[in-house]
């Protein structure tokens, strides 16, 4: 008998699982149109590799992984494209995502290339994840995390395998069928996901108020002759379903806090994702269709087998229930499900339950009070917590919206399960308080994270504005520099001209030394000439010019010659 | 269509603050009749005081403080508040005292800190300790047991007697007053009296605490179990506080038995029940982690013995129960109970999780 | 009485000393406080605080010139998170510097009427415009802080505050105000 181990805390609740098994899983009717979000998944959003106008087959490739961490979407049934808008999906926000709208045109041909793997023994692990990552399998427990890199055990050792059949919230029962029905397929896919993570043994767990899919489980591992295979009950407590909590029942460890369950060697899947990954494995189709549960205020509760895409209000209506008299719908379970804004929105593959509230249902669901009370410190928060917390101090520090003493707390550690809501005495939304920090939260890092680069935009400009001031300082002290004549180039000029002035001096001088000839009018002069030579004479005589002065020498030489 | 789109859960457990009052109410009525049948008609007409007085005044400070009244009357503080504090009066105490320490209880200790939910102390203890501080000889004049059977005091009799301070013929006033068990044997030991000697001279006692107290006592007991069972209560803070009354009483008493009364006479006296199960384990004054609770019920054991031991006051619970309030949050900061998933994993090199995850033994 | 008056003496110079020792051997360098609070403060440059820039606030802080609720942009979530470096109160946020819109805008330059002036692109703290003289400016939606400092230079009155739109990568829950208004008030 294996030793089973507990968690902290945990609520039991009503289960309301009956009403909604009471008949087989039948196929959900074909809609009229299907709308399939590019986003189904944790990571990247996928792209469209199809246009408007486009004909597709059923299981044909519509939109391309983004990247690593993201998947491929199929269509679901053949049509036309008729639009890739913003379409209302199933989130908090009510904001509309970029979806693939196809018409059906009922004929529901499949797509020719079916590639199921003959004998999966032969392909490398590589492979079979590869094969899985194309037929866009994703966790279908409601994460949504891309099956093919949890199947990727990179160079650790896997010791156990745990398949999760939990399915602890009141209401859903699309696990159940599953496994009742089902469980030799889930069986096969068990055996494709242990061997592409060359895991040690597998360990299913259900809780115990499951026992016909337990029965169904335990003979078919006795005819596959799986010994490596584990199925057992666990108590049948919320949330015994979390991936941690589930690990720790079943294993006694605690996945490490900020670490993932490969630390400790497990790694955890949901049964609807073994069933998804044999039908891609062994017969070869895409994950287009899974199993939902249809519960709450509807005439007919019960599991259909539902094509990805199909908009919420026809399996509504399909199952009896009034679209006129809908007061709430939750995708998933009544403790942890969201609240739709609008009907139209599409089932994704992380859908797993339909919960119908309606203003003249028979099967009303229990709400809250109206009036909200202060925190009157019970402590029966602190006592429900799976994970330990305080989540009494979490709500005092996110109502003061002190987002660092409310990381102090482990907020982040809190998997929003809902269990210290639900035990509250003073009605207080808990988890509406915790989901506000944690976005608060993320928002104010990506504020910083612009913050600094704005910082460093700022500084960049106040460095640059420096720069362009220097380099104009000095393209105007060049400039004046230019203007300003300088010393020594001046004294040059002088030189020259002086030079200039010396030589047509000397030039003249020897001119008249070379000069022979007298002039022709100084002979016989009269007296009255000779006396105004003479007094021409003395009046250059006393002008002191040297020109001058030596012509009065020459024409006195000459005169005295003459004499 | 307007569909509603609020954060999930969904569902909720219909627990409320109403219930849970109501339910620590109805523990508290076997030890109501008890204490009726020995000690008269006293105590439930000061439950009618203090409760009516308690619903006025918290009226009255909601309308000043401009808060809804209805949601805060319906739901059962007051109503307890007022309850618990007319348990802790004499019987025959005049109305007017019941009113003052109700009013006082609700208007200062609870709503001039912020109504439900603030209050960083217990309000019945804080209008108790006002009484007792103010008007020392009206919180003493305790009833011998017995008393409602062997006098034949009716119904309207005791209500002229609150109301109007005067007895009727056939009684006097020092006829009334009797000391508790508690008193009795703190003023005697003080004449240098063994306590087995005052056990044995003093008619008040009965087997292991006083007469119709012990009986008193134990309904009390039993409520608080129910209260237990039925997880309006945890068992930390009960457990905490009687087990470290016992051992501290227990450890005296065997070092002196003469000087020192029993662990039994402790647990069975004065309001160490009532505070074990129904004062000190108030949420909104108490601590509120689980081992946070055990260290506060720890400290009011011990300073209900050495208060009683050692103080002035013959029974320490109130003052015991305050001081522990102001250690609540120094004491809850440092007991925060470990997170899943943060463990130790240095010397353990990752395998070895915790002690219980020897996986070798599981295959 | 001599003897009380010499034992005093001798006690005050003994803690006198103690405290001399301790001043001097457990001295703290004064750490980079502007850093640190320029660190909390949200860049966006605008002014409003009254000094030009977040640096030069932070600096002011430091000294001791300015108080720690001038930041419109910041928000109470700054002026908390100042409070608790500086160990101080938190107080509201001064009216006179601005009220704390909940809503971020980026700046859109209507390109129609932009006449290639290089006014804003002057103004912008962090060079989010981007534009040459005669040529068509545009606004760097990513790096836009969201400041308004461009609007006031703009000799045409082209550009806009238009809020940034919100989609699923940065959509938050709201904060339960109901529930809270319920618990306080009628």
Redesign the interface.
């Known amino acids: 008998m294996?030793?089973l181990?507990q968690?902290?805390g945990g609520?039991q609740?009503k289960e309301h699982k009956k009403e909604a098994m009471t008949q087989p899983v039948q196929a959900a009717h074909l809609p009229k149109q299907l709308v399939l979000p590019l986003q189904q998944h944790i990571g990247a959003p996928a792209e469209a590799v199809v246009a408007v106008g486009d004909k597709v087959l059923k299981g044909q490739l519509i939109a391309r992984p983004g990247s690593t961490v993201s998947a491929p979407v199929h269509a679901s049934s053949s049509g036309t494209v008729i639009a890739i808008a913003g379409h209302p999906v199933s989130h908090?926000s009510?904001l509309n995502a970029p979806c693939v709208i196809i018409d059906t045109d009922g004929e529901e041909r499949w797509h020719p290339d079916r590639h199921p793997v003959a004998d999966y023994h032969k392909l490398p692990p590589e492979k079979i994840r590869e094969h899985i990552r194309d037929a866009g399998i994703v966790g279908m427990g409601g994460a949504g995390f891309p099956a093919h890199i949890k199947l990727n055990a990179g160079n650790r050792v896997v010791?156990t395998l745990i398949l999760n059949g939990a399915e602890c919230e009141?209401y859903i029962t699309c696990d159940e069928m599953l496994l009742r029905e089902r469980a030799l397929e889930v069986i096969v896919g068990l055996r494709i996901m242990r061997y592409a993570l060359q895991a040690k043994?597998c360990i299913i767990g259900i809780e115990n108020n499951k026992a016909a899919a337990f029965r169904a489980l335990q003979e078919q591992v006795r005819n596959t002759g799986a010994d490596f295979i584990d199925v057992i009950q666990v108590p049948t407590v919320y949330p015994t379903g979390g991936e941690?909590q589930l690990i720790?029942v079943l294993?006694?460890?605690?996945?490490?806090?900020?670490?993932l369950p490969l630390?400790?060697g497990v790694v955890c899947h949901n049964v609807g994702t073994a069933y998804a990954v044999y039908r891609a494995v062994e017969l070869g189709e895409p994950l287009i269709s899974r199993y939902v549960t249809i519960a709450g205020s509807v005439a007919h509760a019960r599991n259909l087998d539902v094509l990805i895409g199909t908009p919420i209000i026809d399996l509504i209506e399909e199952c009896g229930g009034n679209?006129?008299t809908?007061?709430?719908?939750?995708l998933?379970g009544?403790?942890?499900?969201?609240?739709?804004?609008?009907?139209t929105a599409p089932v994704t593959k992380t859908t797993n339950c339909i919960?119908v509230?309606s203003t003249v249902g028979d099967v009303p669901?229990?709400?809250?009070?109206k009036?909200v009370?202060?925190?009157?410190?019970?402590?029966?928060c602190?006592?429900a917590c799976?994970?330990?917390?305080?989540p009494?101090q979490l709500y005092w520090y996110a109502r003061a919206k002190d987002f660092d003493k409310v990381q102090d707390?482990?907020l982040f550690?809190c998997i929003?399960c809902?269990c210290c809501?639900?035990?509250?005495?003073?009605?207080i939304?808990l988890?509406?308080y915790f989901?506000y920090a944690k976005t608060e939260i993320w928002a104010q890092q990506h504020e910083k994270t612009l913050a600094d680069i704005a910082r460093e935009r700022h500084q960049f400009r106040e460095q640059r504005l420096e720069r362009d001031k220097r380099e104009k300082q000095e393209r105007h002290k060049k400039k004046r520099a230019a203007l300003k004549p300088p010393g020594n180039a001046v004294s040059k000029e002088e030189e020259a001209k002086k030079a200039a002035i010396q030589a047509a001096l000397d030039r003249a001088k020897a001119k008249r030394e070379n000069q022979q000839t007298e002039p022709k009018n100084t002979q016989d002069l009269t007296p009255e000439q000779q006396q105004k030579i003479d007094e021409a004479n003395a009046r250059r005589a006393k002008s002191n010019n040297p020109l001058i002065n030596s012509a009065l020498d020459t024409q006195n030489v000459q005169q005295d010659k003459h004499s | 269509?307007n569909?509603?789109?609020?954060?999930?859960?969904?569902?909720?457990?219909?627990?409320?603050?109403t219930?849970?009052m109501a339910r620590v109410c109805l523990a508290l009525v076997p030890a109501i009749i008890a204490y009726t049948w020995f000690f008269g008609w006293g105590l439930c007409i000061n439950i009618l005081i203090a409760v009516a007085t308690a619903l006025c005044a918290e009226a009255l400070m909601l309308r000043i403080r401009?808060?809804?009244i209805a949601?805060?009357l319906t739901?059962g503080?007051a109503i307890l508040t007022g309850l618990l504090l007319a348990f802790c009066l004499p019987p025959f105490s005049p109305w007017w005292i019941t009113v003052l320490g109700t009013a006082f209880a609700i208007i200062v200790a609870k709503q001039l800190y912020?109504?439900?939910?603030?209050n960083p102390f217990n309000p019945a203890m804080v209008g108790y300790v006002m009484l007792l501080i103010s008007f020392p000889l009206e919180m003493t004049q305790w009833v011998p047991p017995n008393i409602a059977n062997q006098l034949e005091i009716g119904f309207l009799d005791t209500l002229t007697i609150i109301f109007t301070g005067s007895f009727p013929y056939f009684l006097s006033i020092d006829a009334l007053s009797m000391a508790t068990p508690l008193d009795a044997v703190k003023t005697e030991l003080g004449l240098n009296l063994t306590v087995s000697e005052i056990i044995q001279s003093n008619a008040i006692f009965g087997d292991f605490g006083g007469v119709g107290w012990e009986w008193v006592g134990n309904w009390i007991l039993l409520g608080g179990v129910w209260l237990i069972y039925k997880r309006i209560i945890?068992w930390h803070i009960p457990l905490a506080v009687m087990g470290s009354l016992f051992v501290i009483s227990f450890f005296f008493f065997m070092l002196d038995p003469d000087t020192y009364a029993s662990p039994m006479f402790h647990l069975f006296s004065g309001a160490t029940l009532l505070a074990a199960f129904f004062i000190a384990t108030d949420?909104?004054s108490?601590s509120?982690?689980?081992r946070g609770?055990i260290f506060y019920g720890i400290g009011i054991g011990l300073f209900i013995y050495i208060i009683r031991t050692w103080g002035s006051y013959p029974d320490g619970v109130a003052f015991a129960v305050l001081l522990m309030n102001m250690a609540a949050p120094t004491i809850d900061y440092y007991t925060?109970?470990?997170?899943?998933?943060?463990?130790n994993?240095d010397k353990n090199d990752?395998k070895k999780?915790?002690p219980?995850?020897?996986?070798k033994?599981?295959? | 009485m001599l003897s009380a008056i010499i034992a005093l003496s001798v006690l005050a110079a003994v803690f006198g000393l103690l405290l001399g020792y301790a001043a001097i051997r457990f001295k703290v360098e004064g750490d980079p406080m502007v850093d640190k609070i320029d660190a909390l403060l949200p860049q966006t440059q605008c002014g409003q605080c009254t000094y030009p820039g977040c640096r030069p606030y932070a600096q002011a802080i430091a000294n001791g010139e300015a108080d720690i609720n001038q930041c419109p942009p910041g928000g109470e979530t700054t002026i908390i998170a100042l409070a608790d470096l500086l160990g101080r109160d938190p107080k509201p946020l001064n009216a006179e510097n601005g009220i704390e819109e909940n809503i971020k805008t980026v700046a859109i330059i209507d390109e129609k009427v932009c006449i290639g002036c290089t006014l804003c692109i002057q103004a912008c703290p962090v060079d989010a415009i981007l534009g040459a003289a005669k040529q068509m400016h545009t606004v760097i939606a990513s790096e836009c802080t969201g400041c308004d400092l461009c609007l006031p230079p703009c000799p045409v009155d082209c550009i806009d505050m238009v809020p940034v739109n919100t989609d699923s990568t940065n959509w938050k829950?709201s904060f339960?105000e109901e529930a809270d208004k319920q618990e306080?008030?009628?």
């Open positions: 294996r030793r181990f968690f902290h609520v609740l908090p009510h010791d009141p043994r941690k720790r294993t006694g460890k605690e996945v490490p806090a900020k670490g630390d400790i679209r006129k809908l007061s709430r719908v939750i998933g009544p403790m942890m499900g969201t609240a739709l804004h609008d009907v919960l509230n669901l229990p709400s809250r009070d009036h009370m202060p925190c009157i410190r019970c402590g029966n602190a006592v799976p994970v330990d917390l305080l009494q707390y482990h550690d929003e809902g809501d639900y035990v509250c005495p003073s009605q939304p988890v509406h989901r | 269509m569909l509603a789109t609020p954060s999930s859960p969904h569902i909720h457990s219909g627990i409320h603050i219930g849970m401009r808060r809804p949601p805060f739901d503080s912020g109504g439900l939910g603030y945890t949420p909104v108490a509120t982690t689980p609770r925060q109970p470990r997170v899943f998933g943060y463990i994993t990752g999780q915790s219980e995850s020897d996986t033994d599981n295959i | 829950w339960p306080k008030t009628a």
